[in-house]
């Protein structure tokens, strides 16, 4: 499992990544491409998404607790 806690991704292009099962805790993913990307079982917790491109994004059985997802894409 990847340990990202607090990481800035910001503004990142992270099309198709995959960051299963993750430690994304705390981590800013504002304004990222997360097309096509895996966040299947991630800890998401706390992240700022604002903003972020999710369209195709898994976020399957991930802890969403406290994310911030306004103004994020779902689709085109």
Same mark, same amino acid.
């Given at each position: 499992?990847?340990? $990202? @806690?607090?990481?800035? $991704?910001?503004?990142?292009? !992270? ?8 430690? !994304?805790?705390?981590?800013? $993913? ?6 096509? /990307? +895996? !966040? @299947?079982? /991630?800890? !998401?917790?706390?992240?700022?998404? $604002?903003?972020? @491109?999710? +369209?195709?994004?898994?976020?399957? /059985?991930?802890?969403?607790?406290? /994310? ?9």
């Amino acid at each position: 499992m990847a340990d $990202l @806690k607090g990481v800035d $991704l910001s503004y990142m292009c !992270l099309v198709g990544c995959d960051f299963t099962n993750a430690d !994304l805790e705390g981590a800013n $993913l504002e304004g990222a491409d997360l097309y096509n /990307a +895996k !966040l @299947k079982g /991630a800890n !998401l917790r706390n992240d700022r998404l $604002l903003n972020a @491109k999710m +369209k195709n994004t898994d976020i399957g /059985a991930a802890n969403t607790d406290g /994310a911030d997802f306004t103004g994020t894409i779902y689709a085109d």
